[in-house]
């Protein structure tokens, strides 16, 4: 049986205040593209929040820029996939069709440096109908694709595999449960989510505030995963991960399969105007 990766593991630096995304906004969500090197992050652009106007950057691993794209109207930015197509193409999963500035659906599409993409220009995809806040990950692992969504109250998850759902085969889902557990305060802003194996992993946690998030206190940001068979949370552990930065605000989780898996923490650090991105991870078993 998979064993899911140990959140109370110390965590180890990978990229610390990189400051080459295209627009000067926090990150949202990032994905890995393992085959060719590539790091994908997804950002709000300035005053772009209530449209859901999301920068898409692609980097190099280290964080170099390489190239960016607009995608207006998408949506929040919350999470994001990465897929490799047997014909070699790669496909970047987001939301899409956004209202009141998140997605009532999902799309894919191919990276293309420069390029501005709205709903219009993309086949949006409404696998659950009538629900918002949709948010598409991938697990490349497994060949799965997790959407976050809310429909008719709390958010939920719903797991396909993904050569049925490109295929619009939505009717048989692997499995759909609520979220749960993501934080022990539900009043705490949720971040991020992944999906590996039959692992899901969460995260939530808010920006330093000197009153109700002291830097003192090295942060409320927390990790947790979920048996996506049962919907049983598994654990949950409080991270201290890059609790030197200033602000740090945790924003994105993704899980880098090749190798022993690894789960990566996103933290956005510096001035409004001038953020900077950071990326930690917890190490596998």
């Known amino acids: 049986m998979e064993q899911p990766i140990d959140l109370a593991a110390p965590a180890v630096r990978r990229l610390r205040e990189r400051h080459t995304l295209r627009e000067p906004t926090v990150l949202q969500s990032f994905a890995f593209d393992d085959v060719h090197h590539h790091l994908y992050v997804l950002q709000l652009t300035p005053g772009g929040r209530d449209a859901g106007d999301l920068c898409l950057n692609r980097l190099d691993q280290e964080g170099g820029h390489l190239g960016h794209m607009y995608l207006k109207g998408f949506g929040h930015g919350v999470s994001m996939g990465v897929q490799h197509a047997a014909d070699g ?3 970047i999963w987001t939301e899409t069709d956004a209202l009141a500035g998140y997605g ?3 799309t894919r599409f191919r990276f293309v440096s420069g390029a501005t993409r709205t709903p219009r220009d993309v086949k949006v995809r409404h696998p659950v109908e009538g629900s918002r806040t949709n948010q598409p990950t991938v697990c490349p692992a497994t060949g799965r694709l997790a959407v976050r969504y809310r429909l008719h ?3 939920r998850y719903r797991i ?6 490109t295929a619009r085969d939505y009717a048989s889902p692997l499995a759909d449960l609520p979220q749960t557990g993501a934080h022990p305060d539900p009043g705490v802003p949720f971040q991020g989510f992944a999906l590996h194996g039959d692992h899901l992993y969460q995260l939530a946690g808010s920006a330093y505030d000197p009153r109700t998030n002291p830097p003192a206190g090295h942060g409320d940001t927390w990790l947790s995963c979920l048996d996506i068979r049962t919907g049983e949370l598994l654990a949950r552990h409080r991270t201290e991960a890059a609790w030197s930065l200033d602000h740090r605000e945790p924003e994105g989780l993704a899980v880098r399969s090749t190798g022993t898996p690894r789960l990566y923490m996103g933290f956005a650090s510096g001035r409004e105007g ?10 596998g078993p």
């Not at 396909?160 to 759902?165: P, Q």
């Not at 900077?276 to 917890?282: A, I, R």
């Open 153 to 155: 109250g709390g958010p």
């Open 104 to 106: 009532r659906g999902v």
């Open 89 to 91: 193409t790669v496909w």
């Open 160 to 165: 396909w595999d993904l050569a049925a759902f």
């Open 274 to 283: 001038a953020r900077k991105f950071s990326l930690y991870y917890k190490p």
